[in-house]
C-alpha cells in the first residue's frame, strides 16, 4: 500500500494511493498513519480490506497538499558515510561499524514543503536518502534478516545539511542537520510488501532540473537489514521510529570549488524507484 497524509500542516488525514492513482480517504476507517496503526495488524487489514473492496471514498487531489506520510513520529536515526561512492567523493575511508546520528522529529516537513536555509548559512547541502520506517519493536535483534520483519515501510526522505555548522563549528554533526525543516519525508509510506528488495532501488537528485545524483541502494555500505540490527544493539526501535540510511555520490560537498552549495530560490526534486518524488524551493530563513 501507498499511505499517505493530505490536508494543511499540523491537521493532515489520513489517505491512499490506489493502484489506479486515485487519491482514497481513509479517515472514516483509521485515525491517523502513525506507529499506532503500523503497529497494529488488525488495523492495517482492514485498510487492505477497504481498499480491495473499492469501498473508500475518493478524493479531490487538485490543490491539496501532500504532508509528511507518517505522524508523530519517535526518533529519527541517520545513517552517516554510508554509500562507497559517497565516501570516496569526500574523501572518507568507509566505516567500520555505522556513523550514527539523530535529526529531532521537528524537522521533518511534506515532501513540496520549502526548505529554510538557516541565517548565516553558507554551505546548505542536500542528500536524497531512502527512510526505514519501523512497525515492530527491535531490541536486540539477532540478524540482518529478522531484522527486515520489524521494518512497516519505506519512504523517500531529503537529509538536507549545513555542512559550515555540521563540520566546521565543532561537536558532533547534530547542528548542521537539525535546522528548521530539515527532513523532508514522502510523499508516501509505502508499506514493506511492495520493496521485494530494499538494496534494489535506485535514488536520484536534481538542482534546478541539472542532475546531481544517481545512486543505487546496491552501493550501500551496510544494508538496510543489518542498519536495523545494528541500531537495536544500542537503544530500542519503536513503531513509528525512522531511520534515514544515507546518500550516495553527488553532493556539493563532494564537487570541486567552488561548490554549488544550495541558495534561496533554488529548487531541488528527489525520487527513489517505487517510493515517489519530492520537490521542494528554498527560501531563507
Not at 491517523?32 to 478524493?59: K, T
Not at 566505516?95 to 529531532?104: N, T, Y
Not at 515492530?136 to 540478524?143: D, I, N
Request: glycine share 10%.
Amino acid at each position: 500500500m501507498k499511505l499517505l497524509r493530505v490536508g494543511t500542516a499540523g491537521a493532515e488525514t489520513p489517505a491512499l494511493l490506489d493502484a489506479e492513482g486515485v487519491l482514497r480517504d481513509l479517515s472514516g476507517i483509521v485515525p491517523d498513519i502513525d506507529g499506532a496503526l503500523l503497529a497494529d495488524d488488525e488495523a492495517l487489514g482492514r485498510v487492505r480490506a477497504a481498499a480491495a473492496a473499492g469501498e473508500l471514498p475518493a478524493l479531490d487531489a487538485t490543490g491539496l497538499r501532500v504532508g509528511p506520510p507518517l505522524a508523530r513520529i519517535g526518533k529519527i536515526v541517520c545513517i552517516g558515510l554510508n554509500y562507497h561512492d559517497h565516501a570516496r567523493e569526500t574523501g572518507a575511508e568507509p566505516p567500520a561499524e555505522p556513523v550514527i546520528f539523530f535529526k529531532a522529529a521537528d524537522t521533518v516537513v511534506g515532501p513540496h514543503d520549502t526548505v529554510l536555509i538557516p541565517r548565516k548559512s553558507v554551505k546548505t547541502d542536500w542528500e536524497v536518502e531512502l527512510a526505514v520506517v519501523i512497525g515492530r519493536t527491535a531490541r536486540y535483534v539477532e540478524s540482518a534478516e529478522a531484522a527486515l520483519g520489524h521494518v512497516a515501510g519505506y519512504a523517500v526522505s531529503h537529509d538536507v545539511s549545513e555542512r559550515e555548522f555540521q563540520i566546521e563549528r565543532g561537536g558532533t554533526w547534530d547542528k548542521g542537520k537539525n535546522c528548521e525543516t530539515f527532513n523532508p519525508l514522502g510523499p508516501w509510506l509505502v508499506t514493506a510488501d511492495e520493496v521485494p528488495d530494499p538494496q534494489d532501488l535506485s535514488l536520484k537528485l536534481w538542482v534546478n532540473g541539472e542532475q546531481k545524483q544517481d545512486g543505487t541502494t546496491a552501493e550501500q555500505i551496510f544494508a538496510v537489514g543489518e542498519v536495523v540490527r545494528y541500531v537495536s544493539q544500542f537503544m530500542t526501535l519503536y513503531p513509528g521510529d525512522v531511520i534515514n540510511t544515507g546518500t550516495p555520490a553527488g553532493v556539493a560537498l563532494g564537487e570541486p570549488e567552488p561548490k554549488p552549495f544550495l541558495r534561496a530560490g533554488d529548487v531541488v526534486e528527489l525520487e527513489i524507484s517505487g517510493l515517489g518524488r519530492q520537490r521542494q524551493e528554498f527560501k531563507d530563513a
